[in-house]
């Protein structure tokens, strides 16, 4: 569904974030990205949603393709339309407008009529109960957990065919971080909504995920089925905290990392 060909982003003319990141997301599957804070991983959501150039960055190198049709220069809306949603880091509800109010400008492109907007509103509903009990409240005054579900609710209501999400357990409690996780695997079953999720959790994501990617200072180190990238040693060491057999020397780190930005 989604093919990410050797893109390379600048900022500001200067800095060179992403050096030549390819990845893949095959329809109906959930991707993770993995990785440290500042390792490339909302750049790459951004650079797909193209979004890049409210923050002076653009992709200069490479090529990024949705269903077969190369998508780098759509404006957002358009790519909005034919399916791609991002649901940003931090959530970014609108604060002063209520729950429903939020959910319904996720229907802002549409134009399958009224009953159909208020068939999927329903919909989100059913998988977000809370929201139903919440929906006349002004959503800035809603904990975090919940608006969270406001922005996956409110990506739903564009009827998006991939959801770009990014960092969804970001200062969330692990039971509704678990929470969250659970509805996006029943969306992915269900509704067949494709997924790429950002994630610092590393642990969390490759339960759920299908497939991984591993950024390091905007390279892919390392990819690999989830299931296999759980059981690698030095991705369990190094990025699910757990440590097989003799802990790691120093030196042992130090070699490891080299040999990662060698491979990138």
Known sequence: M???????????????????????VPQGGIVALLGANGAGKTTTI???SNILKTERGEVTKGSIEFEGEQVDNLSPNELVRRGVVQVMEGRHCFEHLTVEENLLTGAYTRKDGRKAVADDLELVYSYFPRLRDRR?????????GEQQMVAVGRALMAKPKLILLDEPSMGLAPQLVEEIFEIVKTLNQKEGVTFLLAEQNASVALRYATYGYILENGRVVMDGEAKALSENEDVKEFYLGLSGGDKKSFRDVKHYRRRKRWLA
Do not use: C, F, P
């Not at 006349?136 to 975090?144: M, P």
């Open 46 to 48: 951004k650079s797909i």
């Open 136 to 144: 006349k409240s002004q959503a800035g005054y809603t904990s975090g």
């Open 2 to 24: 989604l093919s990410i060909q050797n893109i390379e982003v600048i900022y500001d003319h200067v800095i060179l974030v992403l050096k030549g990141i390819s990845l893949e």
